[in-house]
């Protein structure tokens, strides 16, 4: 069974603090996946990677950052987190490019007071 | 550009009733595949299904099935003798060969209330 962890389900930080989500996969998947969901705009990708210090941005990348340097984990950085980035942030992983499935982890709920 | 459109954003059915959930997906590519996930009120998203757009063949998986027709870009899925437990946000999506920046392409999903 594939398993995609992430660190916590719930997270509360203040405006301005530095966040890191963290995802880690146990299936040696090559690419990794950062989306948010959010209540009437579904799932949007903001970052994703294919291979360990490779990134590449998705739809709504501003604001965040990622880091991979271990092929099994992938993390999401908030630089200076702000209000607007209140939201179900959810990790993926898949094996191969583009058409394979992707498997989610937990989610984490995040709310910036 | 790829697109993935389902138009019910929420169904309520009586256990036991069968139900179909719409998705008409847009893609201009020919190798593309689409793909059912549940996420139950925990969160996670659960994968259900992927097909590839090569195989038309209709799928069944115990009360599950998926109907696929390319002649109107639909990717439908029903659940037959609803349970409570299939209560959920259903999303469809949709990936292409040549996807670029955009790997999986989500519908809004459909919230599907099943009530006993």
């Known amino acids: 069974d594939v398993k995609v962890t992430q660190s916590s389900r719930y997270l509360v930080k203040r405006t301005g603090e530095k966040v890191f989500l963290e995802c880690v996969q146990d299936m040696d998947h090559e690419n990794m996946f950062w989306y948010r969901q959010d209540p009437g705009l579904g799932l949007r990708l903001i970052y994703f990677s294919y291979d360990v210090k490779m990134k590449e941005k998705g739809d709504i990348p501003e604001g965040y950052s990622v880091s991979r340097e271990k092929k099994e984990r992938f993390s999401l950085i908030l630089e200076s987190a702000s209000t607007n980035q209140t939201s179900m942030y959810l990790c993926a992983s898949s094996r191969d490019r583009d058409t394979d499935t992707q498997y989610f982890g937990p989610g984490t709920r995040l709310t910036v007071l | 550009a790829q697109k993935v459109t389902q138009a019910q954003t929420e169904i309520s059915v009586v256990e036991k009733e069968d139900v179909t959930l719409d998705c008409v997906y847009e893609?201009?590519?020919?190798?593309?595949?689409l793909f059912w996930y549940k996420q139950p009120p925990s969160g996670e998203l659960v994968f259900l299904i992927r097909?590839?757009?090569?195989?038309?063949q209709n799928e069944i998986s115990g009360r599950y099935s998926w109907n696929f027709q390319k002649s109107t870009s639909s990717f439908n899925f029903t659940i037959t003798a609803s349970q409570v437990v299939d209560s959920a946000v259903y999303f469809c999506?949709?990936?292409?060969?040549?996807?670029?920046?955009?790997?999986?392409?989500f519908g809004k999903g459909t919230r599907l209330s099943v009530i006993a």
């Open positions: 999506a949709l990936s292409e060969a040549n996807s670029g920046n955009t790997p999986l392409v």
């Open positions: 097909r590839n757009s090569f195989d038309e």
């Open positions: 893609t201009r590519d020919t190798t593309y595949y």
